[in-house]
């Protein structure tokens, strides 16, 4: 306590050369903080599990060609074909047939499931066969499996993405409430199950699904769109770098049904990196870690400067206290101490401002300044960041002291006396 004490006290009786100083620290604590706030939230986003597994997935492409051979087949018939043929090869272990349902993609379907006459959340639909949340590996409930749900409109699975937006608008919302398609009041829609918590891309929020089944009997009914997809989980055990030729030499003369053929099957994590291209959050994490780095080295390089200079000019001091009997522990302990107590009290106020920063950003502005990720903003971020622009700048700060202090005391203090 009494080192702390002298230090404020030396600091104050230098008040004018380190109000610069602490204005300085002030202003660039928050820049620090903006930086790793946004750099530690991207990081956050980037490595946590997304709730599904694309791994050893593949999508196939098929193309028409030629006359068909049997006039009886429809479209839908020989999708169905197709998907029966692949679930039978031994390298696969689940496939499905969906409309603009996949994650990561641009072609999406959506429709509104109200639960009270004032109550309606927007979903994104999941038109699947049985098969889709074992291609991608989704936290499902065991006792209501989306294979065993009800293939008709009437049974739905909700994410808990959706779920949470319906008790956030209905606070007595549970597994048991009754929906209804909105625009349809005469049928209810039951809650079959729900499946975990997952995102939709890596840089999304929590998805808002709702989960249909189709069923692979009712082919007119169901299966006449253009747009399927057909997707498939390949073994572990049998997935490789070659996977992909082998499929398309040996496997795919398989499955051709009438005058649909297997084009291709491209791993998903392809699409996934497509996707992130196209929505420009590529672009978006390149361009702003370009801007955090660029400003890093700035603020490391003025920082270490200005503390460099400040103890450089204490040269006369240092030895004024090594000839009094100072020794050179002591005079480090003492220098840093003041440098650190200076950040401190420069980073107090600093804190304050960046709080109501983020206060006001996600209860008013919502202007993507500090919102362009999907990490909830909480006490206990802001202190993440803080505590990691704090430690940043400490480093800075002893740095900076660090190489000037080491020389001004290896320097004989006659010698110093003398210069001065």
């Given at each position: ?5 002298h230090?404020?006290?030396?600091i104050?009786?230098r ?18 903080w903006f ?8 990081k956050?986003?980037?490595?946590k ?13 098929m ?5 068909s051979k ?11 074909s ?9 390298t696969?272990?689940?496939?499905c047939?969906?409309?603009?349902s ?5 072609s ?10 004032s ?8 038109e699947?066969?049985?098969g889709?949340t ?11 499996q ?31 409430t009754?929906l ?6 005469l049928?209810?829609?039951?809650q ?20 249909t ?6 082919k ?5 769109n ?26 795919a ?6 005058n ?5 099957a491209a ?14 959050d590529v672009?978006?994490?390149n ?9 890093l080295?700035?603020?490391?390089l ?13 040269r ?19 220098l840093?101490g003041?440098g ?19 206060i006001?950003?996600?209860s008013?502005?919502r202007?993507?300044?500090i919102?362009?990720w ?5 006490f206990?971020?802001f ?9 940043l700048?400490?480093?800075m700060v ?9 020389r001004a005391m290896n ?5 110093a006396?003398?210069?001065?």
């Amino acid at each position: 306590m009494k080192f702390v004490l002298h230090n404020l006290r030396m600091i104050f009786s230098r008040f004018r050369s380190n109000g610069w100083v602490l204005a300085e620290l002030f202003l660039v604590f928050i820049v620090l903080w903006f930086l790793c706030d946004s750099l530690g939230c991207m990081k956050y986003t980037f490595y946590k599990p997304l709730g599904y597994n694309i791994n050893h997935v593949y999508q196939l492409s098929m193309i028409m060609g030629g006359e068909s051979k049997d006039s009886t087949l429809s479209r839908a018939d020989k999708y169905v074909s197709i998907l029966k043929k692949l679930r039978e090869e031994p390298t696969v272990e689940a496939a499905c047939f969906c409309y603009w349902s996949l994650p990561m993609s641009g072609s999406s379907s959506y429709s509104s499931l109200a639960a009270a006459d004032s109550v309606g959340v927007d979903v994104r639909m999941i038109e699947s066969t049985k098969g889709y949340t074992r291609v991608f590996r989704m936290n499902e409930d065991k006792n209501h499996q989306f294979d065993k749900m009800p293939a008709n409109d009437n049974s739905v699975i909700l994410s808990e993405g959706a779920f949470d937006l319906f008790r956030e608008e209905m606070p007595k919302f549970s597994r048991d409430t009754p929906l209804r398609w909105v625009g349809d009041s005469l049928y209810s829609v039951r809650q079959y199950g729900i499946i975990g918590r997952f995102r939709g891309w890596r840089y999304g929020a929590d998805a808002a699904w709702c989960f249909t089944r189709l069923d692979e009997n009712k082919k007119d009914k169901d299966l006449l769109n253009d747009q399927g997809q057909i997707v498939f989980r390949v073994k572990e055990h049998a997935d490789g770098a070659d996977y992909r030729s082998h499929f398309l030499k040996d496997i795919a003369p398989r499955l051709d049904t009438d005058n649909m053929f297997v084009a291709d099957a491209a791993p998903f994590s392809n699409q996934q990196l497509q996707y992130e291209v196209m929505r420009g959050d590529v672009d978006k994490v390149n361009s702003q870690t370009i801007i955090a780095v660029f400003l890093l080295a700035n603020v490391f390089l003025g920082l270490i400067g200005t503390f460099w200079l400040r103890t450089r000019k204490r040269r006369g001091e240092v030895a004024l206290r090594l000839s009094m009997g100072c020794t050179r522990t002591g005079i480090f302990r003492m220098l840093t101490g003041e440098g650190l107590l200076l950040l401190t009290l420069a980073a107090v106020p600093a804190m304050v401002i960046c709080y109501n920063i983020g206060i006001s950003e996600f209860s008013i502005g919502r202007t993507e300044l500090i919102t362009t990720w999907p990490v909830k903003w909480s006490f206990v971020r802001f202190l993440l960041g803080s505590a990691e622009a704090w430690l940043l700048m400490a480093s800075m700060v002893v740095i900076g002291i660090c190489f000037p202090a080491h020389r001004a005391m290896n320097i004989q203090p006659a010698e110093a006396l003398h210069e001065e």
